[in-house]
């Protein structure tokens, strides 16, 4: 893909996140992993619905602007983590949108899995990590960790970042994070969601690794590691042990 043309996703990206509803002021960022190594970004302080084309800048892994005029967004730290962890990751998507912060600010954890298809795309659970201030190593090691664990990690107190091959799955996987946490939302006033059968988990997640979606760290498990069921049944455990 040419520069220009993830310019022009990256630019479709943040306008799709701000018409949402999913930014208010100047929240929110995005950036892409570029072939040789940089990363392409949407710049600070400008409304997610107002960026456009001249506005992004091209970054190295540090933060330092290479091409563009505008600044670089302050929680590059929080994509950078999870470019580390995951190689495969090529685009990071992060917003504040209401339901999945909600579920963010309220403690609220997403990770026990209550429908089939997030548990494809996603993983067996979204994770939130606590809170933590902006550019803590300890906090960003968390988000590093979790994100080798799902396609979508919540942080506490702050709100949703969602990854994956592409801006448009990245933005995709934002989405879905946001429609499960409403669903959640909305099953509370109905006495709460239950937790799928520990039984459809394995396949669902054996479907994931075929279809290519899995964290490389996923793969491994789900492939060599014959007891996962007991250790997907701990995690769930608990999950809602946490809750
Ligand atoms: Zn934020």
Redesign the pocket.
């Given at each position: 893909m040419t520069l220009e043309r993830l310019k022009a996703q990256l630019v479709a990206c943040s306008h799709k996140i701000a018409f949402r509803g999913w930014v208010a002021n100047h929240?929110?960022?995005l950036s892409a992993r570029l072939p040789d190594g940089r990363f392409l970004a949407t710049p600070t302080a400008v409304h997610k619905g107002d960026v456009d084309h001249t506005m992004l800048v091209v970054i190295d892994e540090s933060g330092a602007v290479l091409e563009g005029s505008r600044r670089i967004f302050s929680?590059w730290e929080?994509h950078r983590a999870i470019y580390r962890a995951r190689p495969d990751v090529q685009a990071v998507v992060?917003?504040?949108p209401p339901y999945a912060t909600a579920c963010a600010v309220a403690g609220f954890s997403l990770a026990v899995p209550v429908m089939v298809e997030p548990v494809v795309s996603l993983g067996v659970g979204i994770p939130s990590v606590p809170f933590f201030m902006p550019k803590s190593d300890h906090g960003l090691a968390t988000v590093a960790e979790a994100s080798t664990r799902a396609d979508a990690v919540i942080?506490e107190g702050?709100?949703p970042l969602a990854f994956g091959p592409s801006l448009e799955t990245a933005y995709l996987r934002m989405e879905l994070v946001e429609h499960q946490a409403k669903i959640q939302t909305i099953a509370r006033s109905l006495g709460g969601a239950r937790p799928l059968p520990e039984e459809a988990l394995q396949p669902l997640l054996d479907a994931r690794v075929k279809g290519g979606l899995a964290a490389p760290q996923e793969a491994k498990v789900v492939s060599s590691d014959p007891a996962l069921s007991t250790l997907i049944a701990r995690i769930v455990a608990e999950e809602i042990a946490g809750t």
């Open positions: 929240d929110g960022n929680e929080l992060h917003a504040h942080i702050h709100g």
